[in-house]
């Protein structure tokens, strides 16, 4: 559960902030700024990002290289790779390195083959490169309905600007656990805020008996909003909610927690874990990433309307 | 157990004292006082002038001295009061209470040790710093407010993690390896806000001391440290008051007669004022917020008769932060009622019973949709303790402590859409025991030795789940494989620890001698806290089943010296300290109510050594000290570091503390600190990769700690304004300028990695300072 932590965590980030900048006296202007910092390279190694969806259309995903923390220019892709998928039942779906290139490898769904991601199906998703091979594999868990995505306005208060503030309806699937991962679009762009990755064990923040029940505030509501630039007029709200596996969650909370590590109570940072495993179990070689694959329902709202 | 000691106490009081007598010897034994506030003063001495021999009182002012009959001149003194004489004819035993003058203003002031001049050369405890309140006040404090803890991390052996962290870390050990206690009542959180303020209010405080190593039996629970701090008995002979308006805190003290030269109070209270001052700068949206701390200190004693004294003492803190609908607060209580008897003029009892609790609580949101958390941590403790001084070689110290523990790891709830849910964890229960035998014995006028033993055993009890957890890859999460509920009060596991105490001082010459010590001490709680700094939500947990007590081994050898009449003291330092059973954390490791929170445990060993130099100049119109420590501390973990051993958190190489105080005339004193001390560890990443649109850090070596923060220094400054000398004046008040991080460094407490929140795509280090600039206050200070 480490997203039980998050909001305690962040309380006292704000007291902190009170803390030093209030209590202290206004001539304390900054207690956070940039310094530069010598880091010697690690090894290289093979970042896969494959968070695919049962959605219909082309299949994505993206091979890279791990670069050096702070080199902020060079990219390195993971061009000639072989990538595949094969599902339980032994159908193979091979992707085809994109006319873009740039690592993307995709598979297109042939007319009368559209039901990759089916619930319950595993995948397990292949790459060779550079001579070896990683796999890994995902299974597929049932979605509930998002019954719907509300907008309204609010006038200015603590902590929120002036302006249209989203809400979702949803409820948790009874009697079994489940892990979501809900993404919000403004106008189809992606609220990616790191500190607003939003995932939930049956709607609320732990596995902790909430079977069932309405996807809890902070879920449904706080962290599909952006209190600092709230939505505007005629903006489109588009909320996903995404059924992951527990491992999924662990992945998207610890990458959460490392995106956000700071303050007085940061944690030692830690690697983020992955499921992409050298197929040969006697090679030192790693990689690192994610591959999931997703069941959706999504619902849109328009601010104002 | 107790009964047993309250027997052997009974027997020695019985026995020993014909033995005696028929070695026709005869016992003094009385009480050494302050003479104008009647408060009895620790550690002042009684020496035997004929026989070149004495002793010193013990923590309530009580001296005990077996003679052979005869004619002797004995002086009493103090460091700070005038000696007093006294010739006495020994034929029976004599029993009397001394009172000590106090010296001149002026000299008073200049005290930093409240004991014979050559102590820290002549006593057999090493790694001891002691500090009288007098010493605490003088030294620049952030915001005006004087404080213990921060004082006492000047000390050599003694580290933060940062400027702003709860907490202190004595020679590599972690913060919840100090047991600290406020007139015996161990304080779970020594903090107000976080770590910026310590607990203590320093108008009710009597004296501090840290013991570091060397460790006496009567002590035991903490792995590191023991720091001591005393409060005032009240003034027996007139009614008094002291307090003070800084920036943050004002304070005030009252203290007096109930009954004079028989009962008599104090009474000290702190609160914070600055969301009072901050109100009208804050915006109408956070103007219900809540943002203070208070403390309240109280203590009374009531002397029955020769042989009877009853002492109480109470405190009470919170910390409580607030907006709107959110609600944090935390804090203290503490009760400790211990009666002193004397069962003859050799046998000294004090027995304690102690409660202590430490709570918080956080809720946000209503009852439609929040969320509300509540933790605690009971104990109930008694400890009955004998003291007996068999002769002026030999003092025997015996007794028991027997501890219960309660603690709730969390009671919590959440609503959401109306929908209730508790997520409560499970009491947990246990005891721990220990029963102690320590002498103190001269050999020779050279040679003093101090051993002990200390018997602990510890029992975590239901009712409750235990759990058998499986065996896997190192650093990987475990599994719950079965469980075992066990009823109200039964065993789940028990464990026993000796713990062996030994110390030893040679004189090698009057000015110096040199000194070795041993201790091993075990600890059955820890306070799991996976964060750079201890947090006030983190939770003291028992030893279980799965989580072994922590044991640790110390050796140390020091040489001390005094040059110029004890003008100057000095001393080196030098100590190993193996540990065992050290609490660790897997990766992203999950202890917020979590039922399974051993799962997330990683157990391995520790080490720590290092070199303590110091120097201190106690008398004269310029006193101070230097600390230089050189250390190191590492932990050995399976599955951390490649299972390799890795700096802790807070490993600080160097160490240099500077303290200086200098009183140009009777009316300004000034004084400065400096600090510095190599940068702590952190884990910094090598390498990044994109997932999903972010840039997610990764350290492809998986070192732990693998560089370090930038090095740490400060000084601070202030100026004392004293009033003008006069008789009888009844209103004394000072006024206290300072200024903290003077040369306006900004230190950094961490160094964090992150996406530049305007270009995602750009990764960045950030230093968080959390003494961003220069601090200037003013304070002001009286007494009545």
Redesign the interface.
């Known amino acids: 559960?480490?997203f039980?932590?998050k909001?305690?965590f962040q309380?006292?980030r704000?007291?902190?902030v009170?803390?030093?900048c209030?209590?202290?006296?206004p001539?304390?202007?900054?207690?956070?700024?940039?310094?530069?910092?010598d880091?010697?390279?690690?090894?290289?190694?093979l970042?896969v990002?494959a968070?695919l969806t049962d959605e219909s259309g082309e299949k994505r995903i993206?091979l890279?290289?791990?670069?050096?923390?702070?080199?902020?220019t060079t990219q390195r892709f993971a061009d000639g790779a072989t990538v595949r998928i094969t599902d339980d039942l032994g159908k193979v779906y091979d992707f085809q390195a994109a006319p873009e290139g740039q690592g993307n490898y995709i598979w297109e769904p042939d007319t009368a083959d559209t039901n990759f991601g089916e619930v319950g199906r595993t995948y397990t998703l292949s790459v060779t490169h550079n001579g070896n091979t990683f796999e890994a594999s995902s299974t597929v868990n049932p979605v509930p309905t998002l019954d719907s995505v509300t907008v309204e306005f609010r006038e200015?208060?603590?902590?929120e600007e002036e302006g249209y503030y989203a809400t979702f309806f949803a409820f948790d699937l009874p009697n079994r656990e489940d892990y979501y991962w809900i993404r919000t679009y403004r106008n189809g762009v992606?609220f990616?805020d790191?500190t607003a990755i939003n995932v939930s064990v049956d709607?609320?923040f732990?596995s902790?008996?909430?079977d069932g029940?309405?996807?809890?505030?902070p879920i449904r509501e706080f962290l599909i909003n952006d209190d600092s630039d709230p939505y505007k007029l005629g903006d489109e709200v588009r909320v996903e909610l995404w059924a992951i596996t527990e491992p999924t969650w662990?992945f998207l909370?610890?990458?959460a927690?490392?995106?956000?590590?700071?303050?007085?109570?940061?944690?030692?940072?830690?690697?983020?874990?992955t499921n992409i495993v050298n197929a040969d179990p006697n090679s030192d070689v790693?990689a690192?990433?994610?591959f999931s694959v997703s069941a959706v329902s999504s619902g849109t709202a328009i601010a104002g309307q | 157990m107790i009964r047993y000691i309250l027997i052997l106490g009974l027997i020695l009081g019985l026995f020993f004292p014909s033995i005696a007598l028929s070695q026709e010897k005869s016992t003094i034994s009385g009480y050494i006082k302050d003479g104008e506030t009647g408060e009895e003063l620790i550690g002042a001495t009684v020496f035997v002038k004929e026989l070149g021999t004495g002793t010193v009182t013990n923590v309530y002012g009580f001296f005990s001295l077996t003679l052979p009959n005869g004619s002797y001149n004995l002086k009493f003194s103090y460091v700070g009061f005038q000696d007093v004489e006294k010739q006495i004819d020994l034929t029976e035993n004599t029993k009397f209470d001394i009172e000590l003058p106090t010296n001149s203003k002026v000299l008073e002031e200049v005290v930093i040790t409240g004991e014979q001049a050559d102590a820290n050369v002549k006593n057999v405890e090493m790694s001891v710093n002691k500090m009288e309140i007098s010493t605490i006040k003088k030294i620049p404090a952030l915001m005006g407010e004087v404080d213990v803890i921060r004082s006492v991390q000047l000390l050599p052996g003694v580290s933060t993690v940062g400027e702003g962290a709860s907490g202190f870390n004595v020679r590599g050990g972690g913060v919840d390896q100090n047991l600290i206690l406020l007139d015996e009542a161990p304080v779970y959180n020594s903090s107000h806000l976080f770590g910026f303020f310590s607990v203590f209010n320093p108008d009710a405080v009597k004296n501090v001391k840290l013991i570091k190593g060397g460790i006496p039996a009567q002590y035991g629970g903490r792995l590191s440290s023991i720091l001591d701090v005393r409060m005032k008995e009240g003034n027996q002979k007139k009614f008094a008051g002291s307090g003070g308006l800084g920036l943050i805190f004002s304070r005030l003290t009252l203290e007096g007669p109930i009954k004079k030269d028989k009962a008599s109070f104090v009474i000290a209270g702190r609160r914070s004022y600055a969301d009072v001052l901050a109100r009208p700068f804050l915006n109408d949206d956070l103007s219900d917020s809540k943002f203070f701390f208070y403390d309240l200190t109280a203590k009374v004693n009531y002397k029955l008769n020769d042989k009877n004294r009853f002492f109480l003492s109470g405190y009470l803190g919170k910390d409580v932060f607030g907006t709107g609908d959110f609600q944090f607060d935390w804090g203290n209580q503490t009760a400790s009622a211990r009666w002193n008897h004397i069962f003859n003029d050799k046998v000294f009892m004090n027995m304690t019973a102690i409660y202590s609790k430490y709570d918080y609580e956080f809720g946000v949101g209503d009852n439609q949709d929040g969320f509300n958390w509540q933790s605690n941590v009971i104990n109930y403790s008694l400890k009955p303790e004998f003291t007996y001084y068999i002769n002026p070689k030999n003092t025997l110290t015996f007794g028991a402590q027997t501890i219960l523990f309660d603690f709730k790891p969390g009671n919590a709830s959440f609503n959401s859409g109306g929908d209730a849910n508790d997520i409560s964890l499970e009491d947990q229960k246990a005891a721990e025991s220990a029963i102690f035998v320590a002498n103190e014995q001269k050999i020779g006028p050279r040679i003093a030795l101090q051993y002990g033993l200390r018997y602990s055993i510890y029992q975590y009890l239901g009712e409750g789940n235990a759990y058998t957890l499986n065996d896997t890859t190192p650093g990987v999460e475990r599994t719950v494989v079965s469980s075992q509920r066990y009823d109200q009060w039964e065993t789940v596991e028990q464990y026993a620890n000796f713990e062996p105490r030994l110390a030893i001082k040679y004189e090698l010459t009057e000015t110096s001698s040199i000194k070795a010590s041993y201790n091993r001490m075990a600890q059955y709680l820890h306070l799991l806290s996976n964060t750079a700094a201890s947090t006030p939500i983190d939770v003291w947990s028992p030893s279980t089943n799965n989580v072994k007590p922590q044991i640790a081994d110390q050796y140390a050898l020091g040489y001390f010296r005094n040059f110029k009449e004890s003008t100057f003291e000095t001393s080196v330092e030098v100590y190993y300290k193996d540990f065992q059973n050290q609490v660790e954390y897997i990766n992203n490791a999950d202890l917020i109510l979590n039922e399974f929170y051993e799962t997330q445990l990683l157990f391995g060993d520790g080490r720590a050594y290092g070199a303590e130099f110091y120097i201190k100049k106690a008398k004269g119109d310029f006193t101070g000290w230097i600390s230089y420590t050189l250390a190191r501390t590492e932990r050995q973990v399976d599955g951390i570091n490649r299972s390799e051993w890795f700096p802790t958190r807070f490993d600080r190489t160097h160490n240099l503390s500077v303290v200086a105080s200098y009183q140009v005339n009777p009316r300004w004193s000034f004084s400065a600190n400096f600090v510095y001390s190599t940068g702590t560890p952190g884990t910094f990443p090598t390498n990044r990769f994109n997932i999903q649109g972010w840039v997610a850090p990764h350290n492809s070596e998986e070192r732990r700690n693998n560089y370090r923060i930038p090095d740490f220094h400060r000084l601070d400054v202030s100026a004392t304004l004293s009033p003008k000398e006069k008789e009888n004046r009844k209103w004394f008040g000072e006024w206290v300028f300072s200024v903290y991080n003077a040369y306006n460094r900004r230190n950094a407490f961490s160094v964090y990695f992150q996406e530049n929140p305007d270009i995602p795509q750009n990764t960045e280090a950030i230093r968080l300072a959390i003494v961003g600039n220069f601090v200037p206050s003013v304070a002001y200070n009286f007494k009545f």
Do not use: H
């Open positions: 559960m480490p039980t932590m909001m305690p309380n006292l704000t007291i902190w009170m803390v030093g209030v209590l202290l006296g001539a304390i202007t900054s207690c956070e700024d940039p310094i530069d910092v880091l010697d390279e690690g090894t290289v190694q970042a990002d968070f993206v890279t290289e791990t670069t050096p923390y702070f080199d902020n200015e208060e603590f902590g992606f990616d790191p709607g609320a732990g902790n008996g909430a029940f309405l996807f809890i505030i662990s909370g610890e990458l927690s490392q995106l956000t590590n700071n303050g007085l109570f940061a944690t030692p940072a830690a690697n983020i874990r790693k690192v990433g994610w």
